[in-house]
């Protein structure tokens, strides 16, 4: 099994930023590719960015494009997405995510979840 607790989440206004942190723990050996969704109310579940351990290959969702950056700390094994510029539409709940593959993960496929973190912008 594998634990995935975010952190970071919160209120901010219209263009500020934010940085989120996902910790991995337990068998972190089962996942090579981590990343975020997130959702809205009354929204289907969106893909926001991913990574994988080994080689570092990034890719994003279209809304987020420019104004995200996901990275990695493998000896901590922690996964962190700054998001910059944001805008309301933004707001969401976002969740860790991980699965063996990078694909799977933008096809909004997951093995692990974490608990999942609010993040609301203001306008």
């Known amino acids: 099994q594998v634990q995935l607790v975010e952190s970071g989440g919160g209120l901010v206004q219209a263009g500020g930023s934010l940085r989120l942190s996902c910790a991995a723990s337990?068998?972190?050996?089962?996942?090579?590719?981590m990343g975020w969704f997130r959702q809205a109310p009354g929204k289907e579940r969106e893909f926001v960015a991913a990574t994988t351990w080994r080689s570092g290959m990034t890719k994003y969702g279209d809304s987020v494009k420019g104004r995200a950056t996901i990275s990695r700390d493998n000896a901590e094994n922690t996964m962190y997405l700054q998001m910059n510029s944001l805008k309301p539409e933004d707001t969401g709940v976002y969740y860790c995510?991980?699965?063996?593959?990078?694909?799977?993960?933008?096809?909004?496929?997951?093995?692990?979840r974490g608990q999942g973190t609010q993040v609301t912008v203001s306008s």
């Open positions: 337990g068998r972190t050996i089962n996942i090579d590719a």
């Open positions: 995510v991980a699965h063996t593959s990078l694909t799977a993960l933008m096809a909004l496929q997951y093995d692990y």
